[in-house]
């Protein structure tokens, strides 16, 4: 089991900056890819950036490339995700997910190859 805990959401203005942190507890974080999800309000849940297991390599949805950065700190139990020049449509609850990287191809857009998720974070970019 792997239990993930969000923090860092809160409101901020438009063209302003977040940054989300995912702490994780339990089995070997350094195990498992780390996927970023959001959903708001009436819509369905959409990727948003992942990162490898080891760090190597990341990947983020067309919507937010240039804008966000996704990390980790494997000694840390911690991945991260930094948000800069937000958007009004950036409005959501944010989701950290962990995918076990032994357990085959990383499909990291996809929510539903995630084994474990944490409960989510609201962020709301006003304009």
């Known amino acids: 089991q792997v239990q993930l805990v969000e923090s860092g959401g809160g409101l901020v203005q438009a063209g302003g900056s977040l940054r989300l942190s995912c702490a994780a507890s339990?089995?070997?974080?350094?195990?498992?890819?780390m996927g970023w999800f959001r959903q708001a309000p009436g819509k369905e849940r959409e990727f948003v950036a992942a990162i490898r297991w080891s760090g190597g390599r990341t990947y983020y949805a067309d919507s937010v490339k240039g804008r966000f950065t996704t990390s980790r700190d494997n000694a840390k139990n911690t991945v991260y995700l930094q948000m800069n020049s937000l958007k009004p449509e950036d409005t959501a609850v944010y989701y950290c997910?962990?995918?076990?990287?032994?357990?085959?191809?990383?499909?990291?857009?996809?929510?539903?190859?995630?084994?474990?998720w944490g409960q989510g974070t609201q962020v709301t970019v006003s304009s």
């Open positions: 339990g089995r070997s974080f350094s195990n498992y890819n």
């Open positions: 997910a962990a995918d076990d990287h032994n357990s085959g191809p990383y499909y990291y857009a996809t929510a539903r190859r995630y084994d474990y």
